[in-house]
């Protein structure tokens, strides 16, 4: 069965420092791959996604992600973090027909 | 474009009680999705809609749980004889019939079962 690890429950971070929250996968047919962000008190929100075509996929404030076939990896990106970052973030992923499958998600607590 | 929006946003219940709440997907989404998530993890699957066909159920979904989309617009989740372990957040999230699926979420409902 489709799996998805966030390696980090909870990563604290500077304000303007960069980050990185780790993202892998199971499957090793092809995937789709997602990430979602949930800001306190709020639904999830999409933030990035990757279909295919270009690896890197990158989000309108600043967030990117590279998809790593070999590695099976999604880790997501940003070189400065803001106050406002401060969320849950979840990778999921599809593949073939399978219902999207979440990680455990990884807590981002930006500090001023 | 008013977003999937999900009624109630909160509910306490006692134990045994039945439950129903309502999901309204993006209007021409043709496929709608029910998750639970609990404190710490990650939504888990529920079950799907393709219109009004409910295509996919997940072992999680127990005989208590029942889905309903009479219309292929609205959906309706209702949990019978809740039980504690039924405490969770219900999440609805829609989309359309793509090759990517992007799935737009709702605010969810949150249970409490006392």
């Known amino acids: 069965a489709q799996s998805v690890t966030q390696l980090d429950s909870q990563v604290p971070v500077f304000e303007e420092a960069p980050v990185e929250l780790r993202c892998n996968y199971s499957?090793?047919?092809?995937?789709?791959l997602f990430w979602y962000v949930q800001y306190p008190n709020q639904g999830l929100q999409l933030l990035l996604k990757?279909?295919?075509?270009?690896?890197l996929v990158e989000s309108i404030n600043g967030f990117e992600a590279e998809f790593n076939k070999s590695q099976t990896s999604f880790h997501l990106r940003k070189p400065s973090v803001h106050i406002s970052d401060t969320a849950e973030y979840f990778c999921?992923?599809?593949?073939?027909?399978?219902?999207?499958?979440f990680g455990k998600g990884t807590r981002l607590s930006v500090i001023a | 474009d008013t977003g999937v929006s999900q009624n109630p946003r909160h509910k306490i219940t006692k134990r045994g009680q039945n439950v129903t709440f309502r999901c309204d997907p993006i209007?021409?989404?043709?496929?709608l999705y029910w998750y639970r998530q609990t404190l710490g993890q990650g939504p888990e699957f529920l079950t799907y809609?393709?219109?009004?066909?409910?295509?996919?159920k997940s072992r999680l979904l127990s005989d208590r749980f029942s889905a309903e989309r009479p219309k292929g617009s609205f959906s309706t989740l209702e949990i019978q004889r809740t039980e504690q372990g039924d405490s969770a957040m219900y999440l609805c999230?829609?989309?359309?019939?793509?090759?990517?699926?992007?799935?737009?979420f709702g605010p969810g409902t949150r249970l409490l079962v006392l």
């Open positions: 999230a829609s989309s359309l019939i793509t090759g990517g699926e992007t799935q737009y």
């Open positions: 999921a992923v599809i593949s073939g027909n399978t219902p999207l499958v």
């Open positions: 990757y279909l295919s075509g270009s690896t």
């Open positions: 209007s021409e989404h043709n496929r």
């Open positions: 499957s090793s047919v092809s995937v789709y």
């Open positions: 809609f393709q219109n009004e066909a409910q295509l996919e």
